[in-house]
C-alpha cells in the first residue's frame, strides 16, 4: 500500500470528492459498491478535471 506523502490530504480529497460527486448527480455514500464504474469514474475523471484548470490558472 502506499504512503501517504501529506496525511493530512485524505481528509481534503474526501471533501472533494464529495462535492463534486453531489454536484454531478452520483450519490456516494460510506459504501460505494453499488455504483457503477462508469459513475466512479466520472467522479475521479471531473476532479482531475478541476484539479488541471486550477493548476493551469495559477502558472499563467
Known amino acids: 500500500m502506499a504512503k501517504n506523502l501529506v ?28 455504483l457503477t464504474s462508469a459513475q466512479c469514474g466520472s467522479v475521479g475523471g471531473e476532479m482531475v478535471k478541476r484539479m488541471v484548470a486550477k493548476y493551469e490558472q495559477e502558472i499563467k
Open 7 to 34: 496525511p493530512e490530504s485524505k481528509q481534503g480529497l474526501n471533501r472533494f470528492k464529495t462535492e463534486v460527486a453531489n454536484e454531478i448527480g452520483v450519490p456516494f455514500t460510506d459504501y460505494n459498491g453499488n
